[in-house]
């Protein structure tokens, strides 16, 4: 098992009101596995995905990653697990928007026991895989929003993750790169990264081998 959730509630207090963005989640992972989260706008996919990538807390409930407990875990140990095996893809990118490309990918690699060397190797190689040498002194502003994306990737891949967590990946690409991305999803599955994507695309979704869908905070 690569996790588990186990009747996960996450809430936000609100006029003496509980507001509740997670309702009983329960989940079970398994490495290897490509799943898609899908759901209406609001019903709680990315504070799902947040919580799944340790970004976010939750209230009641417990969370085991790699038999690690981590709803007991401190946070600089969360924080350690998280740069260890996780990788992370947002819609909006979340490049750095004063380094290059090559200093973005080099950034996940910082903390890390690595030698500079060795560093600016592994750099290297992702560019070469994602096509973008060429782009390796641009700055996130001068590339397409396709670009940026791969770019993003390339950053959460980087550390060699081995569950890899993306927020509406296409969401903000046209419909021929977004198929390049699920594509290219598909192949780090097969290489046996562990996916699991939020989408508002059908197309997308069924890239997935397993669907979850989300309402109101609760799965159904
Ligand atoms: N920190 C927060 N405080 C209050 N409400 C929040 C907070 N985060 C998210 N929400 C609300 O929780 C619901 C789920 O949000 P979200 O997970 O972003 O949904 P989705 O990604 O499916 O659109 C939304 O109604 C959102 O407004
Ligand atoms: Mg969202």
Aim: glycine content about 10%; aromatic content about 8%.
């Amino acid at each position: 098992m690569l996790l588990q959730l186990q009747n996960i509630f996450k809430w936000v207090n609100s006029g003496g009101q509980r507001i509740f963005l997670l309702k009983d989640i329960n989940l079970k992972v398994k490495e290897g596995e490509f799943i898609s989260i899908m759901g209406p706008s609001g019903s709680g996919k990315s504070t799902f995905l947040n919580v799944i990538g340790m970004l976010d807390g939750f209230d009641e409930g417990s969370y085991d990653f790699l038999d690690e407990s981590v709803h007991q875990l401190k946070e600089k140990h969360r924080a350690k697990l998280y740069k260890e095996y996780i990788g992370f893809v947002f819609q909006q990118y979340h490049l750095l928007d004063d380094l290059t490309v090559q200093e973005n990918l080099e950034m996940p690699l910082l903390y890390k026991k690595l030698k500079g060397a060795e560093r600016k190797a592994m750099v290297a190689d992702m560019l070469d895989r994602f096509n973008i040498v060429g782009k390796k002194d641009l700055f996130p502003a001068q590339l397409s929003g396709g670009q940026q994306q791969l770019v993003g990737i390339a950053r959460a891949l980087i550390s060699s993750p081995k569950l890899l967590l993306a927020d509406e990946p296409t969401g903000n690409l046209n419909s021929k790169q977004g198929e390049e991305i699920m594509e290219l999803f598909k192949q780090l599955n097969e290489e046996g990264v562990t996916i699991i994507q939020v989408t508002h695309s059908e197309k997308n979704a069924a890239y997935g081998k397993r669907i979850i869908n989300l309402l109101d905070g609760r799965m159904i």
